[in-house]
T-cell receptor
Framework: DTAVSQTPKYLVTQMGNDKSIKCEQN?????MYWYKQDSKKFLKIMFS???????INETVPNRFSPKSPDKAHLNLHINSLELGDSAVYFC?????????????FGAGTRLSVL | AQSVTQLGSHVSVSEGALVLLRCNYS??????LFWYVQYPNQGLQLLLK??????LVKGINGFEAEFKKSETSFHLTKPSAHMSDAAEYFC????????????FGQGTRLTINP
């Protein structure tokens, strides 16, 4: 069983569209994250939720809206997609305050905005 | 604020040679430190972590790293490189308490020459 799973793996869309990326973890962790990896491979935190509560919001445009229906799921909705949103988006989870802060990553969603 | 600097965006070694990937960090509080590996078109996999125990940390696939507080370094080494080690390597730092976002270095691409 995949511990942190993201869907879809690839997403190709036009500028101006709205799209969602889903993430699910079956590790029983309390905390989930979204990271963005740009074309130069640089990874940066976007959001973090702890047990459905937003705890990190790193100056991400309002077009990005995370939603956590329960602590095992953290979805990312993006409105009015722009060319600069093209990137690989990684979901991660961790057992907050245990396990030395290790985060477990999904395989990523490669978003291409045309 | 925390930050990570990885010296060398690209390192190339011969198969069987020593691998040394450099990482320096900046943190106002005692940090957790991590090395993650990313194989092509895959997510991030934890290689090893430093939390607060031994300063020499052993990880998977024969890698190890030494935490040196005086030098604010956490360099990654492997005595003998294997072709399968070719990948992108990321050093990361997080706080020990509170919202534990990972702050990543820019990554080092490791190439292994036959």
């Amino acid at each position: 069983d995949t511990a942190v799973s993201q869907t879809p793996k690839y997403l190709v869309t036009q500028m101006g569209n709205d799209k969602s990326i889903k993430c699910e973890q079956n590790l029983g962790h309390d905390t989930m994250y979204w990271y963005k990896q740009d074309s130069k491979k640089f990874l940066k935190i976007m959001f973090s939720y702890n047990n459905k509560e937003l705890i990190i919001n790193e100056t991400v445009p309002n077009r990005f809206s995370p939603k956590s229906p329960d602590k095992a799921h953290l979805n990312l909705h993006i409105n009015s997609l722009e060319l600069g949103d093209s990137a690989v988006y990684f979901c991660a989870s961790s057992p907050r305050d245990r396990d030395g802060g290790i985060q477990y990553f999904g395989a990523g969603t490669r978003l291409s905005v045309l | 604020a925390q930050s990570v600097t990885q010296l060398g965006s690209h390192v190339s070694v011969s198969e069987g040679a020593l691998v040394l990937l450099r990482c320096n960090y900046s943190s106002s509080v005692p940090p957790y430190l991590f090395w993650y590996v990313q194989y092509p078109n895959q997510g991030l996999q934890l290689l090893l972590k430093y939390t607060s125990a031994a300063t020499l940390v052993k990880g998977i696939n024969g890698f190890e790293a030494e935490f040196k507080k005086s030098e604010t370094s956490f360099h990654l080494t492997k005595p003998s490189a294997h072709m399968s080690d070719a990948a992108e390597y990321f050093c990361a730092v997080s706080k020990r308490e509170g919202a534990q976002k990972l702050v990543f270095g820019q990554g080092t691409r490791l190439t292994i020459n036959p």
